[in-house]
């Protein structure tokens, strides 16, 4: 079975300064991982995608992530956060259940950007 | 460019009123899905459909009913609604669910209250 732990509910950064959202998979075979984002009262927007491909994954609004197989990780990072960056980050593993695949959420973690 | 669009936005119930969540996509996507977002809890799937003609359940489908007449409408029924059913309802879309790197369009979100 495939699932996605978030290590942490909360991250409180500084304006200008690094964020790191931490993220551990499980999964039975080469999994394809995700990182969405959520804004205030509004849907969920695909922040990247990691496919099998490049293992450093780069996405929208200067987020990256790293597939690191030997430590089942994909941290989402910037080197320097925005006041509009505030908002709640979903890890998401794509999960085979019966004949297709799912999506497979971990808890969230929301990110507080301080002045 | 609509995507995926759901309605309505927010809706108040009384226990065991029955309603349905409105969902409809216009890129031809294949695949659709429920989930129902709960603080904490990420987002769990309720039910979802492969095509028109075609649905299953998901990980949390009590009390929910769902159709797929057309490729484009997926409504979500809540037979006799509960408290618990209280929740913020996401539909969400994808090209296809046979191949794991797909990801989802999802729409703007059902803010629903069981009173």
């Known amino acids: 079975a495939q699932s996605v732990t978030q290590l942490d509910s909360h991250v409180s950064v500084s304006e200008g300064t690094p964020v790191l959202l931490r993220c551990n998979y499980s999964?039975?075979?080469?999994?394809?991982l995700f990182w969405y984002v959520q804004h205030p009262n509004k849907g969920l927007q695909l922040l990247l995608k990691?496919?099998?491909?490049?293992?450093l994954v780069k996405g929208i609004n200067g987020f990256e992530a790293e597939f690191k197989k030997s430590e089942t990780s994909f941290h989402l990072t910037k080197p320097s956060a925005h006041m509009s960056d505030a908002a709640e980050y979903f890890c998401?593993?794509?999960?085979?259940?019966?004949?297709?695949?799912?999506?497979?959420f971990g808890s969230g973690t929301r990110l507080l950007v301080r002045p | 460019n609509a995507g995926v669009t759901q309605t309505p936005k927010f809706q108040v119930l009384k226990t065991g009123q029955s309603m349905t969540l409105q969902c409809a996509q216009d890129?031809?996507?294949?695949?659709m899905s429920w989930y129902r977002q709960d603080p904490g809890m990420g987002l769990r799937l309720i039910h979802y459909?492969?095509?028109?003609?075609?649905?299953d359940q998901g990980e949390v489908p009590n009390g929910y009913n769902v159709s797929r007449s057309t490729t484009e409408d997926f409504p979500l029924r809540l037979l006799s609604a509960a408290p618990s059913q209280t929740s913020v309802y996401f539909c969400?879309?994808?090209?296809?669910?046979?191949?794991?790197?797909?990801?989802?369009?999802f729409g703007s979100g059902t803010r629903l209250t069981v009173v």
């Open positions: 969400a879309s994808s090209y296809s669910s046979l191949k794991r790197g797909y990801g989802y369009t």
């Open positions: 999964s039975s075979y080469s999994p394809s």
């Open positions: 990691y496919t099998s491909a490049a293992t």
């Open positions: 998401v593993v794509s999960g085979r259940m019966d004949s297709s695949y799912k999506l497979i």
């Open positions: 890129m031809n996507h294949e695949y």
């Open positions: 459909s492969v095509g028109a003609g075609i649905t």
